[in-house]
């Protein structure tokens, strides 16, 4: 069955870079767009940053743009987001999918505080 586990969210201060990963299986990694989504205490899930199959391209919601990039390693099956400049407003559970599916990781948290 698909899983996905997310790992590398922690405490951060702002302005401070975090790098998450993102394990997959079950499916075809390599053919399958991938995004990160995010849920901020108390809100519902907000889409992050999406990358096509080859990595060839990306998109960014406009809050994390030049902030955020988005990555794969199709041989590792392995997503990834660089995120640096976090913002408080970064401060949610971070969790990777594939796009039209409902499957998710436990996420992993991700707290921008100083």
């Known amino acids: 069955q698909v899983q996905l586990v997310e790992s590398g969210g922690g405490l951060v201060q702002p302005g401070g870079s975090l790098t998450l990963s993102c394990a997959a299986s079950?499916?075809?990694?390599?053919?399958?767009?991938m995004s990160w989504v995010r849920q901020a205490p108390g809100k519902g899930l907000q889409w992050v940053s999406s990358?096509?199959?080859?990595?060839?391209?990306?998109f960014d919601d406009a809050s994390v743009k030049g902030r955020f990039t988005i990555s794969r390693d199709n041989a590792k099956n392995m997503l990834y987001l660089q995120m640096n400049s976090l913002k408080p407003e970064d401060t949610a559970v971070y969790y990777c999918?594939?796009?039209?599916?409902?499957?998710r990781g436990p996420g992993t948290q991700v707290t921008v505080s100083s």
């Open positions: 999918k594939r796009p039209g599916y409902s499957e």
């Open positions: 079950g499916f075809t990694f390599s053919q399958s767009d």
């Open positions: 990358i096509t199959p080859t990595g060839s391209n990306t």
